[in-house]
């Protein structure tokens, strides 16, 4: 048998381990009670995005009623095609505003997950004089909000020539010090000895990180891209940005919302467009993470 299938076989008894469960100790009761509970969490939590969704199909006279309603009476787009008609009249087209956004996001995620992934590896399975001390600095990191930083951080882009670039965004999304407390985190409960075992084997660091490391931790990176997405695809821009065709999609749809009360169903499809994508990208992420969940997190 080669060593590939003892490795194949070893951590599938792991998989079985981990999976099996012990069945609850509660009455019938207590489980109606429960699921009961949880519908109401998950009927609070979908409260606002059904309101959302609903406002953003109303006719202009409905979104002013009083007591409002949750969902429309006469349901219509006429919103949606309002909004598409004020962007089509700006001289920057919609594509562009799309594009930049989706480009930044993209960019902006991909290297911050590769740059947390990797440092986060080494910082928890090496040992190396200063790794604790960076650590610690970057737990601190996390206590300052982008309001504290905000003044360094453009002084700093200022003097590197990347204001009112793409880089002024994406740049600081790489260094940001949540994704690599969670990686980390999330790559100590890996078994040195799984690590171990495929450097026997032959393999370098890089296949160690990509094919050991990498997919036992998806939980943890799939998360990171969630936070990732919100945190860019939500991004004004307005601090570094300043030509009008560098500018975010976010950026343009707020101007508009701020029309006034003429654009109120306009704004309210501003709302739904721009959650849209984050939804539906940690609706994607979720299924992914429950499905992984029983096969990660193995221990020594």
Request: glycine letters at 6%.
């Amino acid at each position: 048998m080669s060593k590939k299938r003892k490795q194949q076989i070893i951590e599938k008894e792991y998989h079985k381990k981990l999976i099996k469960r012990r069945k609850p100790n509660r009455s019938i009761a207590g489980d109606i009670f429960l699921y009961l509970f949880l519908a109401f969490v998950a009927l609070v939590m979908a409260f606002p995005i059904i309101y959302s969704v609903g406002s953003a199909l109303k006719p202009l006279d409905e979104l002013f009623r009083f007591p409002p309603t949750i969902l429309p009476k006469n349901p219509t787009t006429d919103n949606f095609s309002d909004l598409f008609v004020t962007m089509g009249k700006s001289w920057v087209t919609f594509s562009r505003y799309l594009f930049n956004t989706v480009l930044i996001t993209a960019v902006g995620t991909v290297g911050h997950l590769i740059i947390a992934s990797m440092a986060a590896f080494v910082l928890s399975k090496y040992e190396f004089p200063g790794g604790p001390t960076f650590f610690r600095l970057v737990t601190v990191a996390m206590m300052f909000t982008g309001y504290v930083t905000a003044i360094p951080n453009y002084l700093i882009l200022n003097g590197l020539g990347w204001i009112d670039t793409y880089w002024s965004i994406i740049i600081p999304a790489f260094a940001s010090p949540m994704g690599l407390f969670l990686m980390k985190q999330f790559m100590e409960g890996l078994p040195t000895s799984l690590i171990e075992a495929a450097k026997i084997d032959g393999a370098n660091e890089w296949k160690v990180f990509m094919g050991i490391v990498m997919p036992n931790v998806k939980p943890a990176w799939m998360t990171l891209i969630i936070f990732s997405v919100q945190a860019l695809w939500n991004n004004k821009a307005a601090t570094y940005i300043y030509s009008e065709e560098k500018k975010t999609l976010v950026y343009a749809m707020q101007q508009i919302q701020s029309g006034g009360i003429a654009r109120t169903g306009q704004g309210a499809a501003v709302s739904v467009v721009l959650m849209a994508v984050p939804i539906a990208i940690f609706i994607f992420s979720e299924s992914q993470i429950l499905e992984t969940m029983a096969s990660s997190g193995l221990k020594d």
